[in-house]
């Protein structure tokens, strides 16, 4: 067993305090390549994965989730520079499996590449708004695009969260 590729999956941690400095190109590489080897349901590969970096952009897609929220005020991407954002195309078969797929090989590559990252919900109500889909046309992406999952990534301003202890009855052999 490659015992690096455990250690990763037992320590990486929700990050929800983030520095300004935007991350490199080569680690944004790093991570989203991870997503794009993800299963997918019959190997359609039918997810889209698009990195929001531009300060516009970020302050927008984090508005409109706090929009979805019902907390204007608030910023459900924690002062992240860089937010992927995982949606499912007419390709996908399995909708929301194949996208929390890609999201996790993300998240789990953040953090071996020593970035801090936090999955964000409510990225499907973000995008079935109409400044979601207005979004999407700026981009020069489908509308038809479905959000599934969103994180926040860039590097931790925090210490790392230390795993809480696992549940007796996690797995049940029968």
């Given at each position: ?49 698009v ?40 390709q ?25 990252s936090?999955w ?13 889909k ?24 925090c ?7 696992r ?8």
């Open positions: 067993m490659k015992t690096e590729a455990l250690e990763v999956l037992k320590n990486r941690r929700a990050i929800r305090k983030f520095k300004p400095e935007q991350i490199t190109e080569a680690e944004l590489n790093v991570v989203t390549e991870a997503g794009t080897y993800a299963p997918t349901g019959a190997g359609t590969q039918g997810v889209q994965i990195a929001v970096q531009s300060p516009e952009n970020v302050a927008a897609v984090d508005a409109l989730n706090a929009k979805v929220l019902n907390k204007p005020d608030a910023h459900p991407y924690y002062g992240a520079p860089t937010i992927l954002l995982i949606f499912e195309t007419e996908c078969m399995t909708h929301e499996l194949d996208g929390a797929a890609v999201c996790t090989n993300m998240l789990n590559a953040a953090y071996a590449a020593g970035l801090g936090c964000i919900h409510r990225c499907k109500q973000m995008f079935e708004l109409p400044e979601g207005e979004l999407l046309r700026k981009w020069d992406l489908p509308e038809t695009l479905v959000g599934v999952a969103s994180i926040a990534l860039g590097y931790a301003d210490e790392h969260p230390q795993p809480k202890p549940k007796a009855d996690y797995v049940v052999r029968v």
